[in-house]
């Protein structure tokens, strides 16, 4: 049995395959229960490839039926083949072609990688490792190939066809069956391989490039949801015009398809030419899809888009580069909806994502850095390391280099790296070229994990009129790297004066100033701003600028007064969060707030909200305080997740208290009979009612009363879902009636019924567990369904801190049976899931000691999928 030293895959260990496959020819007999795949593999040795090196694909779960090279069937003696890998022991060095002929069984395949059934419909998933479980092959993102595809299937099972690029040859197969052959011109890794074959309706759309290309575009659905994919054609016509726009790309092929399924693992893939999108990211319609879920469609469907260069025309040159397609592809999906909505208030939402879901990852066992350099099971790299933090790494060197400057510098990255599968070093080395700055220290930000921690002093001299600012870094030991260098960390600011204007200086000196920018690139630095007319307030990270924890020495005055009048919308808000935070950290401590602090923050609050300059998504935003997730974090040590839910509770009574008449003014001014559109005026309009409505059932005598009002008369899902939520949570009397309602009405519908699952999850109340126990046991209960399994559990162990985390240990056992099972049929879920203990050493010693004997126990019971196994082994050595 191999040890775990030997799973292990360094990225010094890479070097190029000593053969390459350039040309693939696939046919596709696809039949119910056994499909057979064929499959003509066009390869060359590499330039120094010695005699005799024997060619090694890889495979997953196949049978070979027959073999041949160059047309000759292969003797026995002359290769070997297992379920895992093909090899050919000497093949000649020169271009041959390999034929293979394999059986797979879809139907049979719960892990959803490679080609399954979803709820009928044939399809794929290759990205990372799935291609070598339809045919064997040399499964990596560094060799590139064209491919061309020919699939045969039953007319009736299968009318639609589809795979990659475009359709070149369809017709009559004989016995009912047809076939479809599609060619991409374009060399792809084979993680980008897609194939679809279903019964399927579908909407059709075209956009003519700034070129003149005119692209079908099509959207693939089951039958009687066309209507639902309004949304997504929308939003993909949007992106497409805007990469042209922003970033001088257009679409390359005549087609470009998109098909929905109902079971996947991700969120969706940007197969070339043929995305497939987990279908909750595609339907939509008012009844019964939140403004969130409008949004998250518009993201994602932008995003996949956004692949086709940042993904599929420059690729990875293997999997430790994954944040070179992810963080730039994030970066330009959030500069798109900045573009499209407001951008300060996604940069708020996505500072929001970052700080919940990346600061806990990169603050414990699980940490690694966006560019890691070494995995036992690259499907638990899928992070928001990777994704969100790669997106920071990105918009940090845009705001080093300008605007103008970023711009030039992807213009080269696409001229120079188009057709490749590169790096991270080509692509800094891109940015350096095209600025002329040396970014080689920057470049630590891809190899070193962990959040750095930046402490800002300041000091005002009024005899000298001298104002000193000392900022200093530093990064916690993080698994693998107990030692760590500075980073360069951008820090937009501005200094404020007593009038709120921006507070002049003569000279600065003691560091790198650049206009509104302080370059930070050691571990201490001492600013001295001479000529400052009065004491200013300090605005540092302005716009987030660098992804760190601040800790600056503000009084609760000197916060409340950027909240007034910082220049900076981002820091106005996070003003404010700091007040509220600081109040709930003294108070889990012990140190309770003083009402005057507390009347302060509510009059800021009120003020904020009554303006009439700031749009109404920004305030939405200063309405959601500190969730308990984030004061946990803060305190990082002794959590007790029970204490912290009870205090937050009591400070929105108080401050709920004091605002309740500004909040249910806000309530009533912003009711609208408008009909309902998904755009930011309106998404923001609902967002900001329906946030001051989840304060007042939290804190006032009057919220659960008016929630059951808006329940009932909603005319879309936003207005519904936001009334039921706090309800529930809160359970307030009535609360279980409407839970019931809701489910009668809508969860025929999988997408609601999803909402469903997770309000069952959510209450903090000890029935909860049984509730789950209860829907799980169900016989009716889709359990093997990605989404409803995440709807269910995956919410709870990640959003219930109180159940999850309870004293006596039952959440955690809870969480650990559940892997444990789906465990044996989708080890990406399961995996997933695990990750929710990744903050257990930061809990009180019972708490603590409860998790980790629920996750000994899980090691114990042994026959873990390598997934499962690496993010338990991970979780508890880190
Ligand atoms: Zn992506």
């Given at each position: 049995?191999?040890?775990?030293?030997?799973?292990?895959?360094?990225?010094?260990?890479?070097?190029?395959?000593?053969?390459?496959?350039?040309?693939?020819?696939?046919?596709?007999?696809i039949v119910p229960e056994t499909s057979t795949v064929r499959a003509w593999l066009n390869i060359s040795p590499r330039e120094g490839t010695a005699p005799g090196t024997p060619l090694v694909?890889?495979?997953?779960?196949?049978?070979?039926?027959?073999?041949?090279?160059?047309?000759?069937?292969?003797?026995?003696?002359?290769?070997?083949?297992?379920?895992?890998?093909?090899?050919?022991?000497?093949?000649?060095?020169?271009?041959?072609?390999?034929?293979?002929?394999?059986?797979?069984?879809?139907?049979?395949?719960?892990?959803?990688?490679?080609?399954y059934r979803s709820s009928g419909t044939w399809c794929t998933q290759c990205e990372p490792e799935g291609f070598r479980r339809i045919t064997y092959f040399l499964d990596r993102p560094d060799?590139?190939?064209?491919?061309?595809?020919?699939?045969?299937?039953?007319?009736?099972?299968?009318?639609?066809?589809?795979?990659?690029?475009?359709?070149?040859?369809?017709?009559?197969?004989?016995?009912?069956?047809?076939?479809?052959?599609?060619?991409?011109?374009?060399?792809?890794?084979?993680?980008?391989?897609?194939?679809?074959?279903?019964?399927?309706?579908?909407?059709?759309?075209?956009?003519?490039?700034?070129?003149?290309?005119?692209?079908?575009?099509?959207?693939?659905?089951?039958?009687?949801?066309?209507?639902?994919?309004?949304?997504?054609?929308?939003?993909?016509?949007?992106?497409?015009?805007?990469?042209?726009?922003?970033?001088?790309?257009?679409?390359?092929?005549?087609?470009?398809?998109?098909?929905?399924?109902?079971?996947?693992?991700?969120?969706?893939?940007?197969?070339?030419?043929?995305?497939?999108?987990?279908?909750?990211?595609?339907?939509?319609?008012?009844?019964?899809?939140?403004?969130?879920?409008?949004?998250?469609?518009?993201?994602?469907?932008?995003?996949?888009?956004?692949?086709?260069?940042?993904?599929?025309?420059?690729?990875?040159?293997?999997?430790?580069?994954?944040?070179?397609?992810?963080?730039?592809?994030?970066?330009?999906?959030?500069?798109?909806?900045?573009?499209?909505?407001?951008?300060?208030?996604?940069?708020?939402?996505?500072?929001?994502?970052?700080?919940?879901?990346?600061?806990?990852?990169?603050?414990?066992?699980?940490?690694?850095?966006?560019?890691?350099?070494?995995?036992?099971?690259?499907?638990?790299?899928?992070?928001?390391?990777?994704?969100?933090?790669?997106?920071?790494?990105?918009?940090?060197?845009?705001?080093?280099?300008?605007?103008?400057?970023?711009?030039?510098?992807?213009?080269?990255?696409?001229?120079?790296?188009?057709?490749?599968?590169?790096?991270?070093?080509?692509?800094?080395?891109?940015?350096?070229?095209?600025?002329?700055?040396?970014?080689?220290?920057?470049?630590?930000?891809?190899?070193?994990?962990?959040?750095?921690?930046?402490?800002?002093?300041?000091?005002?001299?009024?005899?000298?009129?001298?104002?000193?600012?000392?900022?200093?870094?530093?990064?916690?030991?993080?698994?693998?790297?107990?030692?760590?260098?500075?980073?360069?960390?951008?820090?937009?600011?501005?200094?404020?004066?007593?009038?709120?204007?921006?507070?002049?200086?003569?000279?600065?000196?003691?560091?790198?100033?650049?206009?509104?920018?302080?370059?930070?690139?050691?571990?201490?630095?001492?600013?001295?701003?001479?000529?400052?007319?009065?004491?200013?307030?300090?605005?540092?990270?302005?716009?987030?600028?660098?992804?760190?924890?601040?800790?600056?020495?503000?009084?609760?005055?000197?916060?409340?007064?950027?909240?007034?009048?910082?220049?900076?919308?981002?820091?106005?808000?996070?003003?404010?969060?700091?007040?509220?935070?600081?109040?709930?950290?003294?108070?889990?401590?012990?140190?309770?707030?003083?009402?005057?602090?507390?009347?302060?923050?509510?009059?800021?609050?009120?003020?904020?909200?009554?303006?009439?300059?700031?749009?109404?998504?920004?305030?939405?935003?200063?309405?959601?305080?500190?969730?308990?997730?984030?004061?946990?974090?803060?305190?990082?040590?002794?959590?007790?997740?029970?204490?912290?839910?009870?205090?937050?509770?009591?400070?929105?009574?108080?401050?709920?208290?004091?605002?309740?008449?500004?909040?249910?003014?806000?309530?009533?001014?912003?009711?609208?009979?408008?009909?309902?559109?998904?755009?930011?005026?309106?998404?923001?309009?609902?967002?900001?009612?329906?946030?001051?409505?989840?304060?007042?059932?939290?804190?006032?005598?009057?919220?659960?009363?008016?929630?059951?009002?808006?329940?009932?008369?909603?005319?879309?899902?936003?207005?519904?879902?936001?009334?039921?939520?706090?309800?529930?949570?809160?359970?307030?009397?009535?609360?279980?009636?409407?839970?019931?309602?809701?489910?009668?009405?809508?969860?025929?519908?999988?997408?609601?019924?999803?909402?469903?699952?997770?309000?069952?999850?959510?209450?903090?109340?000890?029935?909860?567990?049984?509730?789950?126990?209860?829907?799980?046991?169900?016989?009716?209960?889709?359990?093997?369904?990605?989404?409803?399994?995440?709807?269910?559990?995956?919410?709870?162990?990640?959003?219930?801190?109180?159940?999850?985390?309870?004293?006596?240990?039952?959440?955690?056992?809870?969480?650990?049976?559940?892997?444990?099972?789906?465990?044996?049929?989708?080890?990406?879920?399961?995996?997933?899931?695990?990750?929710?203990?990744?903050?257990?050493?930061?809990?009180?010693?019972?708490?603590?000691?409860?998790?980790?004997?629920?996750?000994?126990?899980?090691?114990?019971?042994?026959?873990?999928?390598?997934?499962?196994?690496?993010?338990?082994?991970?979780?508890?050595?880190?």
């Amino acid at each position: 049995m191999p040890t775990d030293a030997e799973h292990t895959i360094f990225l010094k260990d890479y070097a190029p395959s000593p053969y390459v496959i350039e040309g693939v020819e696939l046919e596709v007999d696809i039949v119910p229960e056994t499909s057979t795949v064929r499959a003509w593999l066009n390869i060359s040795p590499r330039e120094g490839t010695a005699p005799g090196t024997p060619l090694v694909l890889n495979g997953e779960e196949l049978k070979l039926g027959s073999i041949a090279l160059d047309g000759a069937p292969l003797v026995l003696s002359a290769y070997e083949a297992t379920p895992g890998s093909l090899t050919v022991f000497e093949p000649p060095l020169k271009r041959f072609v390999l034929e293979t002929s394999v059986t797979i069984e879809p139907e049979k395949n719960t892990r959803l990688m490679g080609l399954y059934r979803s709820s009928g419909t044939w399809c794929t998933q290759c990205e990372p490792e799935g291609f070598r479980r339809i045919t064997y092959f040399l499964d990596r993102p560094d060799n590139l190939a064209v491919y061309k595809v020919k699939m045969i299937a039953d007319r009736a099972l299968a009318p639609v066809l589809l795979a990659n690029g475009n359709l070149i040859d369809s017709g009559d197969a004989g016995n009912g069956r047809h076939f479809a052959t599609w060619e991409d011109p374009f060399p792809k890794p084979s993680y980008l391989f897609a194939m679809v074959a279903g019964d399927l309706g579908s909407i059709h759309d075209n956009f003519t490039t700034a070129s003149g290309r005119q692209v079908a575009l099509g959207i693939y659905c089951e039958h009687g949801k066309e209507d639902q994919c309004a949304y997504a054609m929308d939003s993909l016509k949007r992106a497409m015009l805007w990469d042209e726009r922003r970033f001088g790309r257009e679409y390359d092929l005549d087609v470009f398809n998109i098909v929905a399924v109902s079971d996947f693992n991700f969120g969706a893939m940007e197969n070339k030419g043929l995305n497939i999108f987990n279908d909750k990211l595609v339907f939509a319609r008012p009844e019964t899809a939140t403004d969130a879920d409008f949004g998250s469609i518009e993201r994602v469907i932008a995003h996949e888009y956004f692949h086709n260069w940042t993904g599929d025309r420059i690729t990875c040159r293997d999997w430790f580069q994954l944040c070179l397609k992810e963080g730039l592809t994030v970066y330009r999906d959030q500069e798109f909806t900045m573009d499209e909505r407001s951008r300060p208030v996604k940069r708020i939402e996505d500072v929001r994502l970052l700080r919940a879901a990346q600061f806990p990852e990169d603050g414990g066992p699980l940490a690694h850095p966006a560019r890691p350099d070494h995995y036992k099971e690259i499907n638990n790299f899928y992070t928001t390391t990777v994704y969100e933090k790669g997106a920071e790494i990105v918009r940090m060197l845009a705001t080093l280099l300008g605007e103008a400057g970023f711009r030039k510098a992807m213009d080269l990255y696409f001229e120079r790296h188009d057709g490749q599968a590169t790096t991270i070093e080509a692509f800094i080395k891109v940015f350096e070229d095209a600025s002329g700055v040396d970014l080689q220290h920057f470049q630590q930000w891809y190899l070193q994990a962990g959040t750095p921690k930046v402490k800002a002093e300041d000091q005002y001299d009024p005899a000298t009129k001298t104002y000193r600012l000392k900022l200093r870094q530093k990064i916690d030991p993080t698994p693998g790297q107990p030692t760590k260098q500075p980073m360069v960390l951008p820090v937009k600011f501005g200094l404020i004066g007593p009038n709120g204007a921006p507070a002049e200086w003569s000279n600065v000196s003691g560091g790198d100033v650049r206009d509104d920018m302080i370059v930070l690139d050691k571990d201490a630095v001492e600013l001295v701003f001479e000529g400052v007319a009065n004491r200013p307030v300090p605005s540092l990270f302005r716009g987030f600028s660098a992804p760190v924890n601040l800790d600056i020495n503000l009084t609760q005055d000197d916060q409340l007064f950027l909240a007034r009048h910082d220049s900076d919308p981002f820091n106005r808000w996070q003003a404010l969060q700091d007040v509220s935070m600081t109040l709930l950290t003294n108070a889990v401590r012990g140190r309770m707030w003083a009402e005057p602090a507390i009347d302060s923050l509510a009059t800021a609050i009120g003020e904020t909200i009554g303006l009439e300059s700031l749009d109404n998504a920004f305030k939405a935003n200063v309405l959601l305080l500190p969730s308990e997730a984030d004061i946990a974090r803060t305190i990082g040590e002794n959590v007790d997740p029970t204490q912290i839910h009870e205090v937050r509770a009591a400070f929105i009574r108080a401050l709920v208290g004091r605002l309740e008449g500004a909040l249910r003014a806000t309530y009533d001014r912003l009711a609208s009979e408008d009909a309902y559109s998904p755009d930011q005026r309106q998404a923001g309009r609902r967002s900001l009612r329906n946030n001051a409505l989840g304060l007042l059932v939290r804190g006032s005598s009057v919220g659960a009363e008016l929630a059951a009002r808006q329940y009932q008369s909603a005319g879309n899902m936003t207005d519904r879902f936001a009334a039921l939520t706090p309800s529930v949570v809160m359970g307030v009397p009535g609360a279980d009636a409407l839970l019931e309602d809701f489910r009668v009405r809508f969860t025929a519908d999988p997408l609601v019924y999803d909402k469903w699952l997770g309000l069952n999850a959510a209450p903090p109340e000890d029935g909860t567990i049984e509730r789950i126990r209860t829907i799980l046991a169900d016989p009716s209960f889709p359990k093997n369904n990605p989404n409803r399994l995440r709807a269910l559990v995956g919410s709870f162990a990640a959003g219930n801190a109180v159940q999850f985390a309870r004293q006596d240990g039952t959440g955690f056992r809870f969480v650990a049976e559940f892997v444990a099972d789906v465990d044996k049929r989708n080890p990406q879920v399961a995996a997933r899931v695990l990750t929710a203990f990744r903050t257990w050493r930061n809990y009180e010693p019972k708490r603590r000691a409860e998790a980790e004997a629920a996750l000994k126990s899980l090691r114990d019971s042994g026959g873990l999928s390598r997934n499962t196994a690496d993010i338990l082994g991970r979780t508890l050595d880190g």
